[in-house]
């Protein structure tokens, strides 16, 4: 039993090749996570950094509260199933599942007890003295968990441990595994290619892609709701339909339009967390819809297709076509127009016949067709706000406010303009007003739908609001973007500072001791660093990494002002950026290095002393986009 925890894993192997990304993840205790994605996605590569099988270039692995990068295998109390069932060919079943054991020097009563406890669960009890070849594949792997079984160990890890097995034993092995789960009561983390393998048996799900986690997230909300085309595309057989399509509202209706000329209509309110910006009309957008999730009829009504194919499975069958090119006379396109739809308990479509496709409305899946990612997020992650700028002064949801000195600036007399404002720079204030038409809870937060005029403006707000309010709210200026048509006027400005520096260290004598310091170097300006954290860049890089430059990243509220007689790095002034809540100043080191930092908006010198905390500071290589500590 044991909670682990995965915090900025990368593994960047010998020849350079980054397998793993910035893996985080948080496992309970007892849960079954799955990670599962196509070959060479790096699912492999994490399971045995938790194994200890492999090292971890950087990020922290805890198992329980213990950090464990550097502990061996045999320590960290977990056992591996491979999918090779690594079993000791001349020895008995009996043995095989004894050796771990008599390894620790177990007494001999005890290992049999265990032994026979683990060949009961397995149902093998028959088969003890025989030889693995005597066995079939699947018998084969259930010796192989009760190798693991057999070591009571804290965490479970296995390694497409079915895929040597045919199609029904694994369907049963599935099964077996799940109800071991259950009736250990363990965590369990386990590595497929196999989707239907990842849904059947996973509490939770981690879909990867070419080293990088795409979602991580319930079965039924991969299913339900995929962030992006790829877990879309991955999660699903038959493969989710994609369509090249624009989206363009008309009053309380929004027409998916086809790049065949075909249309459907659907209810705006269905759509309302789609941002704005992609109801015009011009913007590509792919639409998805599951084969399952589309119904056939013949009246005309809906998206015009041939059949091409037709599957029939017993209760379901399933129907291939290729949209058509033009409305009433049909023709074929040859590509990008294929759909395919399942249809339970229904036989009566033949191929050449020409029907039509209504995708049921509660269904329906859009992407950016740049970006990938869904358009309906449970937290839409902006609003498009209209808006018009002249001399300093924003005109916006019905209100004339006077915008911050520095937006002002940027924006100048540029007249007809676009706010991109993220709910979060949505806070409680008097500048706005607009009635909260509903509120929805996501995740642990209130997402409030604000009416403006015929949308809705997303907002996050405290308990205390409830629908029908009259919202009074001020927008955080210094975290919206402007633009004027596709020109960006001002962009948000992050939570963190990154610096560029050196890192060094030094020997000193303590109490009769060396003892080793290490120091991040920016610019004559010296900040101590964590000694863990000094020992992880020193452990990454090697010696390498006192010729580095490395990238300081620090949260700017952390950043202070101090006075002379402290230390510090002294940085000139270049700008005064006010944005009313807060005024920033942009900075140059005598290095020559730029970045903003929070100042008070009284204060009158042109250069300014500027210190902060080892213990504020990640690291970042600059040689290759990874988090170091
Ligand atoms: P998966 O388990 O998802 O199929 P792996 O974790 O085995 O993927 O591999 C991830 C990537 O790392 C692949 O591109 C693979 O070729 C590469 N890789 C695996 N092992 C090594 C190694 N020892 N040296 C270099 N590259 C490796």
Request: aromatic fraction near 10%; include cysteine.
């Amino acid at each position: 039993m044991a909670n682990l925890k995965l915090s900025h894993i990368y593994k960047v192997y010998d020849n350079g090749h980054k397998a793993v990304n910035d893996f985080s993840i948080d496992i309970a205790d007892r849960e079954f996570i799955v990670f599962v994605g196509p070959s060479g996605c790096g699912k492999s590569t994490t399971l045995r950094m938790i194994a200890g099988l492999e090292t971890i270039t950087a990020g922290d692995l805890f198992i329980g509260d213990t950090l464990v990068n550097d502990m061996e295998p045999k320590d960290r109390d977990i056992a591996m199933v491979f999918q090779s069932y690594a079993l000791y060919p001349h020895m008995s079943v009996y043995e095989n599942m004894a050796f771990g054991l008599r390894n620790r020097k177990m007494p001999e009563a005890e290992i049999k007890e265990r032994v026979m406890k683990a060949a009961k669960m397995l149902d093998i009890v028959d088969y003890l003295d025989r030889k693995p070849k005597q066995m079939s594949g699947g018998q084969r792997q259930r010796v192989a968990l009760g190798r693991a079984l057999v070591r009571d160990p804290k965490v479970f890890l296995l390694d497409e441990p079915l895929s040597n097995l045919d199609a029904k034993l694994r369907a049963t092995m599935r099964a077996e595994i799940t109800a071991l789960h259950k009736s250990l009561n363990t965590t369990f983390i386990y590595v497929t290619h196999d989707q239907v393998e990842a849904m059947t048996m996973g509490t939770r799900i981690v879909v990867m892609k070419l080293g990088y986690v795409q979602q991580i997230d319930t079965p039924m909300n991969l299913y339900n709701s995929p962030y992006n085309i790829f877990v879309a595309g991955f999660i699903g057989t038959p493969q989710m339909n994609f369509f090249d399509v624009t989206l363009n509202r008309y009053g309380d209706k929004v027409g998916v339009e086809f790049s065949n000329g075909d249309s459907i209509d659907i209810p705006y309110e269905a759509l309302s967390k789609i941002d704005k910006a992609y109801l015009t009309g011009e913007v590509p957008v792919v639409f998805g819809i599951r084969p399952e999730h589309i119904e056939i009829s013949t009246d005309g009504d809906g998206l015009k297709f041939i059949v091409t194919g037709v599957e029939r499975l017993g209760n379901e069958t399933i129907i291939y076509g290729k949209l058509g090119e033009v409305r009433g006379e049909f023709t074929m396109k040859d590509e990008g127009n294929s759909i395919v739809v399942k249809l339970i308990d229904r036989d009566d479509l033949a191929v050449g016949d020409v029907v039509y496709a209504r995708p049921k409305l509660s269904k329906l899946h859009f992407f950016d067709k740049k970006t990938e990612i869904t358009l309906i997020q449970k937290i839409p992650p902006y609003n498009t706000i209209d808006a018009q700028i002249c001399d300093g002064t924003l005109k916006v949801l019905g209100a004339e406010v006077s915008l911050p000195e520095a937006l002002g600036k940027a924006a100048g007399n540029i007249g007809e303009a676009q706010l991109i404002v993220p709910p979060q720079a949505i806070v409680k204030g008097d500048e706005f007003r607009l009635k909260v038409a509903r509120i929805e809870k996501a995740d642990d937060k209130n997402l409030a739908y604000l009416k403006d005029g015929d949308h809705y403006l997303f907002a996050l707000v405290d308990n205390g609001v409830s629908e029908g309010d009259d919202y009074g709210f001020s927008i955080l200026y210094d975290k919206i973007t402007v633009k004027a048509g596709e020109q960006v006027l001002a962009s948000p400005i992050g939570d963190e500072v990154s610096l560029e520096g050196r890192f060094s260290k030094k020997e000193r004598k303590e109490n009769g001791e060396r003892v080793l310091h290490f120091y991040y170097n920016i610019e004559g300006y010296t900040i101590e660093a964590d000694k863990e954290n000094g020992y992880k860049i020193n452990s990454i890089d090697k010696d390498r990494c006192y010729d580095y430059t490395y990238r300081y990243a620090v949260d700017r509220d952390r950043i202070r002002t101090v006075t002379d007689s402290e230390d510090g790095l002294d940085v000139k002034i270049l700008e005064k950026l006010d944005y009313g809540a807060v005024c920033y100043a942009n900075v140059q080191a005598d290095d020559g290095q730029t970045f903003l930092i929070k100042i008070d908006r009284d204060y009158a010198g042109d250069t300014v002393r500027i210190a902060f905390d080892g213990s504020d500071v990640s690291v970042y290589s600059t040689r290759i986009d990874m988090k170091l500590c």
